[in-house]
């Protein structure tokens, strides 16, 4: 499975921006794709995912009902709509899929393929 993330950028608190993730590849094998971030000297943390199959969703407190996260199978894509944001999410934004079946998990751990990132500013 390949990811490719994208749709980052710098925007002025208040702004939405619409990350997506594309799969390719053997993405029959997939559980689940979830959005992990992070900000500059700090842990990698999660953020969202959806089960590639049913749909289900869980979020991090910290976006809960701010961010909004969606999948078109038709496409093989994942996309994360993120409203309201704040300087604080500030932060790389990477796309993960897990194969292993740790529906949503929280921990990168769980998931096998990540995306190679893409950068997401929120300025005062």
């Known amino acids: 499975v390949q990811l490719q993330a994208s749709g980052g950028g710098l925007v002025q608190a208040g702004a939405s921006l619409r990350l997506s993730c594309a799969a390719s590849g053997r993405t029959s094998s997939i559980y689940a794709v979830a959005w992990f971030r992070q900000a500059p000297g700090k842990e990698r943390e999660f953020v969202a995912a959806?089960?590639?199959?049913?749909?289900?969703?869980t979020y991090a407190d910290s976006v809960k009902s701010r961010f909004t996260i969606s999948r078109d199978n038709t496409k093989n894509t994942v996309y994360l709509q993120m409203n309201s944001l704040k300087p604080e999410d500030t932060a790389v934004y990477y796309c993960?899929?897990?194969?292993?079946?740790?529906?949503?998990?929280?921990?990168?751990?769980?998931?096998?393929?990540w995306g190679q990132g893409t950068e997401v500013t929120v300025s005062n």
């Open positions: 959806i089960s590639w199959g049913g749909g289900s969703t």
């Open positions: 993960a899929a897990d194969s292993g079946g740790h529906y949503m998990s929280p921990s990168a751990r769980a998931y096998e393929y």
